[in-house]
């Protein structure tokens, strides 16, 4: 298994910009978490999916974020406009059902820096 | 709600050595999980072991050993005989029904 594939692993961009984070999940997975890491923040949980209805979206900081799932293979996050405070690194993580003992698997993360 | 926190920002050990890392949790459930993960400079998060909150032995992965004291709320993270390749950030994560919290991390420096 090739595990959470993230892409792009960099992405530069000037503030104002869109961004859009692409995420493919364990196959079989069907629960997908996107998580922003900070020095000053650490690791934020900011929405997770199960079964690619969104489940709890309170750690999505305002309007300008914004994810999707539309099949069980591939989720977006998008930001729109991107702010300098954005720059962090973003993981995508799957894990099994709700309810049971599967960990999660994290991405490699997206670098992001918004200039 | 469910909190987890790690009161030890940094923590270092001689190459060889034990070191244990300290995590503590809230939750009124009594069914849940707890994991720790270890993220070295490449930024992967790779899950080190794994503990289900039901089974009272304390779970083993080679090195890696946790102390489970459930009435305390405690889950401790112990790495035995230390090596270079152990320094990261070590994150304490709780786990009930999908949701999951992690702490706010332990940066472990290996000293040769």
């Known amino acids: 298994d090739a595990g959470v594939i993230q892409s792009p692993r960099h992405e530069v961009t000037e503030m104002g910009q869109e961004v859009t984070l692409r995420c493919k999940p364990i196959?079989?997975?069907?629960?997908l978490f996107w998580y922003r890491q900070t020095m000053m923040r650490g690791l934020e949980l900011l929405i997770y999916?199960?079964?690619?209805?969104?489940?709890?979206d309170s750690g999505m900081p305002e309007d300008r974020f914004s994810a999707k799932m539309p099949n069980a293979s591939f989720s977006t996050l998008k930001i729109q406009p991107s702010e300098p405070r954005d720059s962090a690194v973003y993981f995508c993580a799957s894990s099994g059902n709700l309810g049971t003992i599967y960990e999660q698997y994290f991405g490699p993360g997206t670098r992001l820096t918004v200039t | 709600a469910q909190t987890v926190t790690q009161s030890q920002p940094e923590m270092s050990v001689q190459e060889a050595e034990t070191v244990t890392l300290s995590c503590t949790y809230d939750t009124s459930e009594s069914d849940y999980y707890l994991f720790w993960y270890k993220q070295p400079p490449s930024r992967q998060m790779i899950l080190v072991i794994r503990?289900?909150?039901?089974?009272?032995q304390n779970a083993t992965e080679n090195r890696f050993s946790v102390n489970f004291q459930k009435a305390a709320k405690s889950f401790s993270l112990k790495i035995s005989d230390s090596q270079l390749g152990d320094a990261a950030m070590y994150f304490c994560?709780?786990?009930?029904?999908?949701?999951?919290?992690f702490g706010t991390g332990t940066s472990l420096t290996v000293i040769p």
């Open positions: 503990q289900e909150a039901y089974k009272q």
């Open positions: 196959s079989g997975h069907n629960s």
């Open positions: 994560a709780y786990n009930r029904r999908g949701q999951f919290y």
């Open positions: 999916f199960n079964n690619n209805v969104p489940i709890d």
